[in-house]
């Protein structure tokens, strides 16, 4: 819809995105701030560091909030989720969309009625398991339980993903006598990779920032992520605000570069995402 | 299409609509192990431990019926934290629904700078809602926080913003609203672009106005977005979590607890696991109901509607 505006409704526009931009950039600006002042600087958060950039804050979240390691595990953590939960919905998805059977057609639902599962109303059932199974403060036990909560919205973009593709592919394949197995991994698999950076980018910016979960899974600084880390930090830190900032800011920042360079997959995904 | 291409050899499959034998079936085998083990299995037991006074830890547990249900009922802390949780859903999904509107209309114009306006306001979807909460800290904290750097600086006293349970629960579906309209501006976004412009040409024609052809062409037209981005911003609302954590743990006392970090808190703080798996199941139950709900009563208007 696009209506000649008068004057005084383009500015009175224009200034509304302004103080919208504004507002979410406040938040940053003012880690930014905070993080580059010493504890005993007690200058505004608004004004700049006016007598020279302190950064000590950065080097005690390092040592003190061990962030560098953090972020690391997050990695391992995300990385090898995202793998699976790729490969894994990809493989489901293969007979949903192709064998169309009363059964089939049940799974699939059950499936896609594991998304309103919200992941604390299973927290006690869940970490009694996993304490069980010596899975607690454990890479496999996070990543298990990563996998479990994305792998339904995963193997739903791949649903229909492969519902849309044709199927007579596949069935030259079969006819040439490729079996199931060499259909899926030669002929279906090679097709997928847009589907593939919608849920690699949905499924990793959600593992990357997980919380909810990871603070009960993940309790020893070694193995904790970012998430945790940085609110078990923070907590810790409550007079130390400038400490907390720095953490804040180095756990952001591998995503803003991410983003940076992905910005149209990641927009992109996130609108598929979102219209499920 | 792919009928017609397969029309020559239909001789040769057994199953000329199935396409594939059962055996194919084996591929989604690794997914459904992986939910009986860490979603299903946990769900059932959930269900199971909230009819029992287990504590968590030890091995001794009795059942107690409906008891743990009961006492939700009667449980003021719990009355409060679930008015709490759906003023997290409700709110934040109206604040969303609005703004977000607003600006996805506004930059849906030829703008400068467009791009980089709408990458900025969708930043923060990206960034971890527990990264958000301690950079709000920061605003609304009592010594030297940003906001009460303003407040002094006009000669105000000092507010303890978050100390307040009423202003505190604002604050946080503030905070959860500001960080994710970005989602719905972009769903938005891609709505409107998906509505021809012949329909507002052929308004002009007839001499719509501005407001009419908002009224009776874009708000009709945009009705699965409502859909979709009213039910996502509910859910992530009712579910609302990490925020209230960094920015008040819940207090002062009980009083910005959602059900979710009440969860947390009667499992581990209190030691009532069986108490808490009912507040979990409640969750649950509130989810699916909202979600099933909504997306009924969604449908039905778009059907209505066309």
Redesign the interface.
Known sequence: MITKLGRPAKILLAAGLLAIVVLQLLPFYVSITTSLKERTDLSSTWLPPLDGVFLGNFMSAITDGNILQSILNSAIVTGVSTILVCFLGAMAAYPLARRLTTMNKAVGALILALIMIPPLSILVPLYTMLTQMQAVNTYWGIIAVMVSTHLPLSIFFYTAFMRSLPISVEEAATVDGASAFQTFFLVVLPVLKPVTATVAILTGVSTWNEYALSSFILTDPAIRTIAPSIASFFSAQSSNLGAASAASLLAVLPVLIAYLFLQRYFIKGMVAGSEK | ??QV??LP?AG??RRPR????????V??L???L??A???????L??IT?SFTNWN?YSAARDVVGAANYLRLFEDETFRMVLLNTFIFGIGSTVIQQI?GL??A???????RGRTA????????????????G??????F?YN???LN?ITTLFGGERIAWLSDSQTAVLIIVLVNS?QFVG?SM??YL?G?QS?PTVY?EAANLDGAG?WQ??RH??IPLLQPAFA??IV?NL?GG??L??II??LT?GGPGYSTNS???L??VA??DNQS?GY??AM??V??LI??VF?LGLNTLLNRRRLEQQ
């Open positions: 299409m792919s291409t397969t050899r040769i499959r199935r396409g594939r034998g059962a055996g194919i079936n591929f989604y690794p997914a459904l992986i939910f083990i860490f979603t299903i299995y946990p769900l037991n959930g431990l968590g703004l607003g600006l209309v506004a930059l849906d114009r030829p703008l306006i709408r990458a900025i306001i969708y930043l923060p979807v990206l960034v971890s809602p527990v990264i958000m301690t950079m709000y800290y920061l605003f904290q030297n926080g940003a750097d500001l989602i972009i769903i891609a409107l509505i507002y501005a052809q908002f062409i874009t979709t981005s996502l859910i009712l579910k979590y990490d954590q960094v743990g059900v979710s970090t969860v947390g499992y581990f696991a808490a798996s979990g199941v969750l649950f989810i699916v979600t």
